[in-house]
């Protein structure tokens, strides 16, 4: 018996990019699907090719940053579907730029979708998990900007390194209960990240001179970018193998490993005797 079939698991940011792909990944293991996005033209076109392959696919229009948009969505997966087994709290935005020169405007919009929407998540479904005693994972998308700092990604970074300390203390709370949790750190992603987030980014919130829209990033902050661009099905296999195995951190790059290890050799260095 597959663990994921006929289990539902609801999935922000669903409509395209890594949402999409897990969809994909989930729906072939059988799963029913409730997508939510800002943008409704992609959530048609992704529940459509779902539905074209047998999958039964629920789609509601979501912004993970309302508090009230977040809990409708829960009460929506419950309603249609009776229960919820997966939870992916992924919708997300970036920021790119130094914060010495960021507005409060970039905090707060980098905040609300990256930070608060996992929170809005958590809210919404683990409660509700919890009370129908039916086991169960959340998943959280942080990135391996919530895992070292990186420049030219300092605001991005803050909102990612909490949602790691949120999954790495929600699984402490949750492991003995019957409900996973993983947080997922991906580096370079094939996705329209970039695009989105100037473009669903809410006026109020807009910088006096911002596009509405962007052909890429500024080439000096993609050159501080660094590691190779995966596709989406790839970061979706490594989210139902960690759902299967119960992993709690999902990496995506074989470049992680040095990044991480320097960071812990800076941390570790603090304890040697003449610097203690």
């Known amino acids: 018996m597959d663990a994921f079939r006929d289990r539902v698991a609801v999935i922000t940011g669903g409509g395209a990019g890594i949402g999409a792909g897990m969809a994909r990944a989930f729906a072939a293991r ?3 699907l409730v997508l939510a996005d800002l943008d409704e033209a992609a959530l048609a076109r992704t529940a459509g090719e ?3 392959g ?3 696919v629920h789609t509601v229009r979501c912004d993970v940053g309302e508090r009230a948009q977040v809990l409708a969505l829960a009460d ?3 309603g249609r579907f009776g229960a919820v087994h997966v939870v992916c709290n992924n919708a997300g935005i970036a920021i790119f730029g130094r914060m010495a020169e960021a507005s409060h405007a970039d905090w707060e919009y980098t905040m609300r979708v990256d930070f608060w929407g996992v929170v809005h998540g958590v809210e919404a479904f683990v409660p509700r998990l919890l009370a129908q005693n039916q086991g169960g994972h959340v998943v959280n998308t942080a990135s ?3 895992l070292v700092g990186m420049e030219w990604l300092g605001i991005y970074c803050a909102a990612k390194f909490a949602v790691v300390g949120l999954s790495e203390s929600l699984q402490r709370e949750l492991r003995h209960q019957g409900i996973g949790v993983s947080v997922l750190c991906p580096m370079i992603v094939q996705t329209e990240i970039n695009r989105n987030s100037v473009r669903n980014r809410p006026a109020h919130l807009r910088n006096p001179g911002d596009p509405t829209d962007i052909d890429d990033i500024p080439a000096d902050v993609s050159g501080a970018m660094q590691g190779g661009v995966i596709p989406v099905e790839e970061v979706a296999r490594r989210v ?4 299967d195995r119960g992993d709690l951190y999902i990496l995506t790059h074989p470049e992680q490993r040095g990044f991480l290890e320097r960071r812990h050799r800076r941390l570790e260095g603090m ?3 003449e610097r203690w």
Request: proline content about 5%; glycine content about 14%.
């Open 30 to 32: 059988g799963a029913k």
């Open 50 to 52: 779902l539905r074209a």
């Open 54 to 56: 047998g999958a039964e």
């Open 76 to 78: 929506a997966a419950f």
């Open 144 to 146: 391996m900007a919530g």
């Open 240 to 243: 139902v193998r960690a759902i």
């Open 271 to 273: 304890f040697a005797p």
